[in-house]
Nanobody, 122 residues
Framework: QVHLVESGGGLVRPGGSLKLTCAAS????????MGWFRQAPGKEREVVAV????????YYADSVKGRFTISRDNAKNTVYLQMNSLKPEDTAVYYC???????????????WGQGTQVTVSS
């Protein structure tokens, strides 16, 4: 079992930065694949970034490559998403997710946080 709580969302201007944090509880965190997903109104949930527990393997959606960075601290049971050069199209609810196996598909993830809103607007 893994319990996930996201934080760090908010309102930011285009070109700005935010850092999301996902705090995990449960003794299987260090062996889990961790992912960040997002869902905008009227759209399907999509992958943003995924990190394997055996760093440094990571996957990024094309739309965020070069702007977002996923990282994890197994000692703190925490995964981060640093978001730079934010665009209005990055506006969405961002979710942290965990699973035992590597995947970039939301349907494969067993554990989800409650989500945090990110709004990019001037």
């Amino acid at each position: 079992q893994v319990h996930l709580v996201e934080s760090g969302g908010g309102l930011v201007r285009p070109g700005g930065s935010l850092k999301l944090t996902c705090a995990a509880s449960g003794n299987s965190f260090s062996n889990s694949t961790m992912g960040w997903f997002r869902q905008a109104p009227g759209k399907e949930r999509e992958v943003v970034a995924v990190v394997d527990w055996r760093l440094p393997d990571a996957y990024y959606a094309d739309s965020v490559k070069g702007r977002f960075t996923i990282s994890r601290d197994n000692a703190k049971n925490t995964v981060y998403l640093q978001m730079n050069s934010l665009k209005p199209e990055d506006t969405a609810v961002y979710y942290c997710a965990a699973d035992r196996s590597w995947s970039v598909y939301a349907v494969h993830y067993d554990y989800w946080g409650q989500g945090t809103q990110v709004t990019v607007s001037s």
